[in-house]
């Protein structure tokens, strides 16, 4: 091989490590990687670890830093209602460990719920005001929809607290997840159910029974339709948009 073609094949190898190297400095950097990454172990953490004193710990640390990096993501001038909004949430999340009081366990799992809910709104609408397709809008609409996913998962572990015959369990489920045993709003049974109805996988081993059980069901199904078909939409249309610029 010529001494010149190997020269352009190393320049253009030394260029492809580089580009690489900055779309993924770029990536790391962006407003939404941190918060999703927190977000995938939590939600890892509370489905892998055996149930027990261990996975609430974690998963309690898991949920502080997520607070954090939710602070940290949010505009500054949302910051103060993030703060307002997260604290309860974390103080009821560790305190609710300390006790079985069922009224400590529901204000703690409503202000999960709420938070979580505030934070993909938050979320959503900066991806929504992104005027140009890039990899740290596709980041952002990524975790608004775990968000989505958890935030009904935090609702349905509400739901069961309240309600304990809101959800038909199998035997064998029940007894593999250790479901009554659960005591934490990132309940691994709750999620899995959120995940299965939010993607319409719906294996038919849980079942709401009650009426609020079967309409939260039913509107995160509409929610994960909708928010893939008009997510879609959105990007596409963006990057359309944008190809004259380009």
């Known amino acids: 091989m010529p001494t010149s073609t190997r020269g352009h094949g190393r320049s253009a190898v030394a260029w492809w490590r580089s ?4 779309a993924a400095g770029r990536l790391l950097q962006g407003r939404f990687t941190g918060l999703t990454i927190v977000l995938l172990v939590l939600l890892f953490a509370a489905n892998a670890l055996r149930p ?6 974690f998963v309690g640390l898991g949920f502080s830093v997520l607070l954090g990096f ?3 993501t949010v505009r500054r001038r949302l910051r103060i209602l993030t703060l307002v909004l997260a604290l309860p949430a974390l ?5 609710f460990l300390l006790s079985d009081s069922v009224i400590l366990r529901g ?3 409503a202000s999960v719920t709420l938070f979580l809910t505030f934070l993909t709104l938050v979320i959503l609408s900066a991806v929504l005001r992104d005027q140009a397709v890039t990899a ?10 775990f968000l989505l996913a958890v935030t009904w998962g935090t609702a349905y572990a509400l739901v069961a607290l309240v309600s304990p015959d809101a959800f038909s369990v199998s035997p064998t489920l029940s007894a593999a997840a250790a479901w009554r045993s659960a005591r934490t709003p990132f309940a691994p049974l709750m999620q899995y159910y959120s995940f ?3 993607t319409t996988l719906g294996y038919g081993d849980i079942t709401p029974l009650t009426p609020g059980a079967r309409s939260l069901s039913v509107l995160e199904g509409l929610t994960g339709q909708l928010y893939l078909a008009v997510l879609i939409a959105r990007l596409v249309g963006m990057h ?3 190809a004259p610029r380009r």
Do not use: Q
């Not at 027990?52 to 710990?57: F, H, V």
């Not at 103080?91 to 305190?95: K, R």
């Not at 740290?136 to 608004?144: E, L, P, Q, S, Y």
């Open 107 to 109: 204000a703690a799992f």
């Open 240 to 242: 359309t948009a944008n």
């Open 196 to 198: 299965s109805t939010i």
């Open 91 to 95: 103080i009821g999340h560790w305190t």
């Open 136 to 145: 740290d809008t596709i980041v952002g609409a990524v975790c608004a929809y």
């Open 70 to 72: 939710a602070i940290w």
């Open 19 to 22: 580009r690489t190297a900055a």
């Open 52 to 57: 027990g004193e261990l996975r609430e710990i």
